[in-house]
């Protein structure tokens, strides 16, 4: 990830808005996306962001930022509470880069930036006080802090990408082929968990990106579409050996919600698991 270059006196972007966000399962959630850039700081809880139709695992101090366009959905599960701490930029262009986005196109959805956690918090802090105070100015002082907040992110992707360099200037061809198949070795056993691209990089002190790019070179396709093969391959030999409810078989694959469970397989076997099930039944009978 190449970092864009951003200068005070080219950047000044509007804050559309900044707000506190407290939520858990029964929250009408709605998957969306908007024209602008949205960041999101996780507070408390751990759940599923669903991101362009890839599930990310998120917990306190993740970072999410939003490009415009893509599309996200908040899955969380029963019986927990989140918090999350919301800010959305627009209005601003930064070079090499379409209108409203902070990051480049392919840069990474989610961030840990643990040393800068503090500071980012500390902002977070200001911002909410400063709301509740509504005093005069109480806007510019906001934006400052958003403005600063904002800034702590570009230092903290700017370490994260280092670290990343060095690490990928360290690994020679056969330590790829290992990493690989490592992935490979642990989506083969733990297909029924909850996985993330985030959490396999993460393990690897590895960005999701350069995972997915070596994974891909290796094998032809990203860890994420192996994983969904594994799953549905699996599914497929459930509903072919009983009766065996499409909830259940979702579940036993890593799938707690059997809507979109239903309509990966449809996609990738050209039937739903339903018909899967009425086909295998005659069979038997």
Known sequence: MCMPEVRAECFNPTLLY???????????????????????????????????????????????????????????????????FNYALGDFQIKNLPPNFM??????????????????????NETLSEQEKNEPYCDLVIKASILKLTSLLYRGMNANRDKSDKARLNITTSEKTNIVNTILQYL??????????YRL??????????ISK????????????????????????????????????ARNVGYEDAYYFSKLYKKYYGIPPSAEKRINSRVIS
């Open 18 to 84: 900044a707000f506190n966000h407290v939520l858990d399962s029964e929250s009408s959630l709605k998957y969306h996306s908007h024209d602008f850039t949205e960041i999101k700081v996780i507070l408390s809880g751990n759940f599923t962001y669903t991101i362009d139709d890839v599930d990310y695992e998120v917990g306190k101090g993740s970072i999410i930022i939003m490009r415009p366009g893509v599309k996200h959905l908040k899955k969380i599960p029963a019986g927990v509470q989140i918090e999350e």
């Open 103 to 124: 990051i480049e196109t392919d840069a990474e959805h989610i961030y840990t930036m643990p040393l800068f956690q503090p500071d980012i918090f500390k902002c977070i």
């Open 188 to 197: 083969s056993q733990n297909y029924m968990k909850p996985i993330s691209l």
């Open 201 to 210: 990089a993460h393990n690897m002190y590895l960005s999701p990106v350069y």
């Open 214 to 249: 070596i994974f891909k070179e290796e094998t032809g396709e990203s860890p994420i579409n192996h994983l969904i093969r594994i799953r549905l391959t699996k599914a497929n030999e459930l509903l072919n050996s009983g009766n065996i409810p499409i909830k259940t078989v």
